[in-house]
Structure formats: structure tokens, C-alpha cells
């Protein structure tokens, strides 16, 4: 709901506040006061087209901000914080500028945003009716969403059992066309895994074989060199035997321990010492039998090593086309089988797809016909409703009728065209609502069907210019009637020159303007009662302060009050 709007350098108006309130809102002033301006700046607000021309000389630029209250939870929430903008607890903030070279600028949450976004959040906001203004209700979407909330719960069934079908059919197309298209790419993939497959299948790789053969390999190239080393570091422990002096390691050790032993008892450091060389000269006798069974062990086998490097050279092969390790190398044959067995599962899986495919076909072709018969009831019921309310608003040859089109290809809300059509006089074809209204007219068949789509299709903001173009007397009284009954669920902004429409408002706002030809802050007034008679009155009579007038304004206040209440 709009709670203020400031609009600053549009048309005549200088810079004025409009301070808003629920229900019906009438905003009235003298012929070319600004009234109007005050729906362009709606328009200009929620997207409407800039015109640069409309921007008061000397100005540079026209300014509108408005102030609505959201829910936090809703759709508009949700788009604003997506857009990086934010609520001022569940306050937007929506400003719009046009600059006198054209330039369009708008802000939506303190953040800058597209001038679409604007527009597209209005659909959630506000339903503009002007002569100028792009109706939300001229677009064939809009209309086909709101026959199908006019027509009820029946249809709104199914209709979520035909979308869901038909999300579904649409999957399945899609996992069809592209088993078909890549078809060829998909036989030449299971090809290579087969084939790789094979290659690591007939070589039978074992978990960490690789390393195992490499330490392998090394060894046995360098058996020579190990059991050289392995029997001098023996002869260096144990001695020589084909030496005439022996020197060894253990010898040395033991001749050490001897000469320790003889006084360790005389200082217990050098007993300690002792032990130590004891210690030690038990694990030099095991190094040396270790070393001793080593050397032996220790045999060059030509034909091992190379059994050895013809095996690392098959699994080199198998690392440098599947992966680093062997370990690798089986984890590519894992997932490809995993990824073969999918595509040798095409077929298979395409003809189940096939089959859904009939049988969803089947399914929305009974849910769309049951779609197509529940709109053209609701359609049927909906034109006779309007009709009998446009013979009420000074319209009484006009006919409205809604036409549903059934298509051959399916949407995804069925194969229906739904399409709004007036036809003004007897006899004269139905042709769309753009074309068969003027835009007087146009505002009344609006107003028609927006009270008829009341509840069904509810907007927070109707904003109505011209609505009254054209009528009076008895065809103004059913004007005002309707638009307060609009306003029990919605609120409702009306610019109106008659006083049978100004009387049904719950609030009364007036244009006025200055001395100097503009409308400022103060030019735009809410009226209390005493000051809304003096105004009806002018509007009735042209003079505030005929007695005639005010009578006759306040037995219009009275007779609106009382078909308020009842």
C-alpha cells in the first residue's frame, strides 16, 4: 500500500507530498491544477515511459518518491533484497527521476536498480488505469491468470496437476533429445572405456604393485654392488679369516670390555661405560649375523630383473594413459564401468522415457481439455458480471466477452488463449479492450472488471484517472459506489472532477495552485468534513459557498456514508 508520494518538477507541480491512506482515496482541484500530474508520477514510479517533456521548465529534472508498506515475507521483499536493496521496517522506498534530456534513474531499497525492475514489481503493487498508462490487464498473460483465479479452486487443480505433468513431459523431452543427439559421441565414449577396460583387465594390476616392483628393480640391479658391501662391512665387524693380523670391529669392542672389567668396580662412571660397551657389543654381533645372512641372500638374477622391468613397462604404459599411480589406474576402471554400464543403459532407458513420454502426453491432453472447459465457464460467467456492470456505469450497450482459443501445441499453463474483447454497441464485432474503448470508456470497463475480479485477483494499489469521463447523475453515483466497494479490499486513488465520485472516498485530497501557476507542499491538502462539502459544493455549483451547493454536497456525503455502512 502506498502511504506518501512526493513528486518535485512535474508538470505544474513544484514539489508537493501526497500523504496516503487504505480505502478510497479521491484527489479533486480545479481544471489543470495538476490532478493528473499525480498519476503520471504513478506511472513515472512504477516504470511507466519517461517523457522529458513532461519535466517543468527550469526544473532540470523530475522527481517521484514513494513510500509503500510490504509484507517482509513476500514476493516484492524477496525481489528488492535480490536486487540489493532493503525494507525500513516493511517500508520500501521507490524513487524515480527523469532528467530534462531524458535521462531515467530510479532506486529501489536505497540501491540503484533498472527501470524493469520497477516495472516488474508493479504488477505485485499497483494497477494504473489511465488513458495513457499501459493497464496490467491489456496483457494477455495478466488476463489468462486472472480468468483462472476468477474461475476457483476447481480449476486452480487442475491446473497445478497439468503443470506438474507438463514440467515433467518437459524433463523427459529434454533427457530424450539429448540420449538421441549425442548418440554418436556416447557409442564413441563407451568404445574408449571398453577398450580401456580391456587393456587393464588383461594386464590384472594389483593395488601398490607398482612401488613394490620398483623397490625390486633396484635391488636386483644393484645385487653386485649390495653383497660387495654387505661382506666387507661383515669382514670390517668379524674379521678376515684369510687375514695373517686381524682387525675387526668386534674384536676391538671385546678387548675394550676386558679392560673395563677388570676395575669397573673401583668407580661406578667407568662401570657404567662398561655396560654401555656391553650393550653395544650385542648389537654389533647382530648387525654383523644380519649383514653375514644379507650377503648371502644377496644374488644378481638377470632373468628376474628382467621379468621386473617388462612388468613396470606394461604398468607405465596403463599410469601415463588412466592415471600417476596404480592405484589410480583401478580407480578409472571403477568409474568407468560405473559410467559403460550408464551408457549401455540408453536404449533401455530410452525406450521407458518414450513410453512416459505417450503417457504424459495422454495425461495433459484430458487435463488441458478440462482446463480449456472450466475457462470458457468462468469466461462466460465473467462477461455476463462485467456486462451487467458496465449497463450500471452509463455503458448499457456494451458488451464484454472473454475468448478462449484452444491451441494445437501445449504451454505450460495449458493450450488456452485468453483474450479480453468489448464490443460497444449492438450489432459492432468484439475487438480487443485497446481497440474497442475510447479512454474514458476504457477507464470504466476497468473499473468494471477490476470490481468483478475483486478478491480473485487482488492488488494492493488502484490507481484511476478518467474514470468518470463522460458520465454523471446517476451512471457518477454507480462510479463512486464501485470504486468504494473496490476500496474494502484494495486501496483505491481516484482523479475525478465529479462530486457523485469524490463523496464515496474515505479520504479527500485537493490540488491547488499557487499564486505563481504551481503546485507546492501546500498545494496539496487533505480535506476534513466541513472542508469536503465546501469542495463538493464547488464542484457541483462552481462556488464554494452557495447554500444551494453545500446542500446539495452534504446530502451526497450522507447518502454515501449510509451505502458505506449498509
Not at 72 to 90: F, H, I, M, P, S
Not at 312 to 339: P, S
Request: charged share 30%; aromatic share 4%; proline share 3%.
Amino acid at each position: 500500500m502506498l502511504e506518501e508520494v512526493r513528486i518535485r518538477g512535474l508538470g505544474v507541480i513544484d514539489d508537493a507530498v501526497l500523504e496516503l491512506s487504505p480505502g478510497f482515496t479521491a484527489v479533486t482541484g480545479e481544471t489543470g491544477a495538476g490532478k493528473t500530474m499525480v498519476v503520471t508520477g504513478l506511472g513515472l514510479l512504477f516504470g511507466g515511459r519517461a517523457d522529458p517533456q513532461r519535466v517543468r521548465p527550469g526544473a532540470g529534472r523530475a522527481l517521484v518518491e514513494g513510500r509503500l508498506a510490504v509484507p517482509e515475507d513476500g514476493r516484492v521483499a524477496e525481489r528488492v533484497a535480490e536486487a540489493g536493496g532493503e525494507l525500513d521496517d516493511g517500508v520500501l522506498i521507490m524513487n524515480r527521476s527523469v532528467s530534462a534530456e531524458g535521462r531515467s534513474r530510479a532506486t529501489l531499497g536505497g540501491r540503484s536498480a533498472p527501470v524493469s525492475l520497477l516495472a516488474y514489481l508493479a504488477d505485485d503493487l499497483v494497477a494504473v488505469h489511465g488513458q495513457s498508462d499501459q493497464q496490467r490487464l491489456l496483457r494477455a498473460e495478466r488476463q489468462r491468470a486472472s480468468l483462472d483465479r476468477y474461475a476457483g479452486p476447481d480449476l486452480a487443480r487442475a491446473l497445478a496437476s497439468y503443470q506438474a505433468a507438463y514440467r515433467r513431459h518437459r524433463e523427459v523431452e529434454a533427457e530424450l533429445a539429448e540420449i538421441t543427439e549425442r548418440a554418436r559421441e556416447r557409442a564413441q565414449e563407451a568404445d574408449l572405456l571398453r577398450f580401456g577396460l580391456e587393456e587393464i583387465n588383461a594386464a590384472e594390476p594389483v593395488s601398490g604393485e607398482d612401488a613394490e616392483l620398483l623397490a625390486e628393480d633396484t635391488r636386483l640391479s644393484h645385487a653386485d654392488a649390495l653383497r660387495v658391501a654387505a661382506t666387507t662391512a661383515h669382514e670390517a665387524l668379524t674379521g678376515d679369516p684369510a687375514a695373517e693380523v686381524q682387525v675387526d670391529a668386534v674384536g676391538l669392542l671385546a678387548a675394550a670390555r676386558q679392560a673395563l672389567s677388570a676395575v669397573r668396580e673401583h668407580d661406578q662412571s667407568l662401570a657404567a661405560i662398561a655396560d654401555r660397551l656391553d650393550e653395544i657389543s650385542y648389537l654389533l654381533g647382530d648387525a654383523a649375523t644380519e649383514i653375514a645372512s644379507y650377503a648371502e641372500s644377496v644374488e644378481a638374477d638377470p632373468a628376474r630383473l628382467a621379468a621386473v622391468q617388462e612388468r613396470r613397462a606394461l604398468l607405465g604404459q596403463l599410469c601415463r594413459k588412466y592415471g600417476e599411480t596404480v592405484d589410480d589406474v583401478l580407480a578409472w576402471a571403477e568409474n568407468a564401468a560405473k559410467r559403460l554400464a550408464e551408457l549401455d543403459g540408453d536404449d533401455d532407458r530410452g525406450e521407458a522415457l518414450r513410453a512416459e513420454q505417450a503417457e504424459l502426453a495422454e495425461t495433459m491432453e484430458g487435463l488441458a481439455a478440462e482446463l480449456t472447459g472450466l475457462r470458457a465457464a468462468a469466461a462466460e460467467r465473467f462477461g455476463a458480471a462485467v456486462t451487467a456492470e458496465l449497463t450500471e456505469l452509463a455503458m448499457p450497450h456494451a458488451r464484454v466477452e472473454v475468448r478462449v482459443t484452444s491451441g494445437e501445441e501445449f504451454g505450460p499453463n495449458g493450450r488456452d488463449d485468453i483474450e479480453l474483447l468489448m464490443a460497444p454497441h449492438p450489432g459492432s464485432p468484439a475487438l480487443p479492450l485497446h481497440k474497442g474503448a475510447s479512454g474514458g470508456e476504457l477507464s470504466r470497463v476497468m473499473l468494471a472488471i477490476e470490481v468483478v475480479f475483486a478478491g480473485a485477483d487482488p492488488v494492493p494499489t488502484f490507481v484511476f484517472d478518467e474514470v468518470d469521463a463522460g458520465v454523471g447523475g446517476k451512471a457518477a453515483v454507480e462510479i463512486g459506489r464501485r470504486l468504494a466497494r473496490l476500496a474494502r479490499n484494495s486501496q483505491v486513488i481516484v482523479v475525478t472532477h465529479l462530486p457523485q465520485v469524490a463523496a464515496f472516498a474515505d479520504n479527500h485530497l485537493v490540488v491547488r495552485k499557487s499564486q505563481e501557476g504551481t503546485v507546492t507542499e501546500s498545494g496539496v491538502t487533505r480535506l476534513d468534513r466541513a472542508a469536503r462539502a465546501r469542495e463538493l459544493s464547488r464542484m457541483l455549483a462552481g462556488l464554494e459557498d452557495s447554500e444551494l451547493g453545500r446542500a446539495h454536497a452534504e446530502e451526497l456525503l450522507s447518502m454515501a456514508e449510509r451505502d458505506r455502512v449498509g
